[in-house]
């Protein structure tokens, strides 16, 4: 019923700069906060960034807060994630969620992921 695609991935040097895009179809996602996860080879998924459904408050994970700004256009069903001074540690599939909270996923929707490869 909900699909979430992910698109923006790639390669890009130590430094530079991508932006994500998740588009969700199927339905409107009505009073979902939306967020990114991402899973580097070897390691656990683990949480990125995280909007609410008003955009009024956001949340990061420390090792990416001040380089990575994530939106929503809730009119496109659309979040994003502008990623900036990009490090090789950043390089991971990056999955789109939506949740109703963010503190339980059980329920959340997943994109299928989009590779980020950040060059040393």
């Known amino acids: 019923q909900v699909q979430l695609v992910e698109s923006g991935g790639g390669l890009v040097q130590a430094g530079g700069s991508l932006r994500l895009s998740c588009v969700a179809s199927?339905?409107?996602?009505?009073?979902?906060?939306m967020g990114w996860f991402r899973q580097a080879p070897g390691k656990e998924r683990e949480f990125v960034a995280a909007i609410t459904w008003s955009g009024g408050r956001t949340r990061y994970a420390d090792s990416v807060k001040g380089r990575f700004t994530i939106s929503r256009d809730n009119a496109k069903n659309t979040v994003y994630m502008q990623m900036n001074s990009l490090k090789p540690e950043d390089t991971a599939v990056y999955y789109c969620a939506a949740a109703l909270s963010f503190y339980s996923l059980s329920s959340a929707y997943w994109g299928q992921g989009t590779q980020v490869t950040v060059s040393s």
């Open positions: 199927g339905r409107t996602l009505n009073g979902y906060d």
